[in-house]
Nanobody, 123 residues
């Protein structure tokens, strides 16, 4: 079965940076588009960014200038670099299979979400 394991979250001060990782297994990672999503406190899960098998990327507006999505197929891993973090970025970040041509990148194409990794931005 597909397994998605997120890591890299933690406590960071405003303006700081983090690198989130998502290691995938149980799928052909090299041919799979992947996305990052997040759930802010009290809010529904929302898309952040996505990348397809050719390296084409998509970003939601709030992520365009501060976040970077990229992948390492040799490691079956997709990353999300977070910079200039704000308190409003605090939440749980998830990865999932994605479709760049669908609204919200499909909001995750695999039925089961991982546990995510928590990002806390606070002074």
């Amino acid at each position: 079965q597909v397994q998605l394991v997120e890591s890299g979250g933690g406590l960071v001060q405003p303006g700081g940076s983090l690198r989130l990782s998502c290691e995938a297994s149980g799928l052909n990672f090299k041919t799979s588009a992947m996305g990052w999503y997040r759930q802010l406190p009290g809010q529904k899960r929302e898309p952040v960014a996505a990348i397809n098998s050719d390296g084409i990327t998509r970003y939601i507006d709030f992520a365009k200038s501060r976040f970077t999505i990229y992948r390492d197929n040799a490691k079956n891993t997709v990353y999300l670099d977070l910079t200039q973090l704000r308190s409003g970025d605090t939440g749980i970040y998830y990865c999932n299979l994605a479709n760049l041509n669908r609204a919200n990148y499909g909001m995750g194409l695999y039925d089961y979400w991982g546990q995510g990794t928590t990002v806390t931005v606070s002074s």
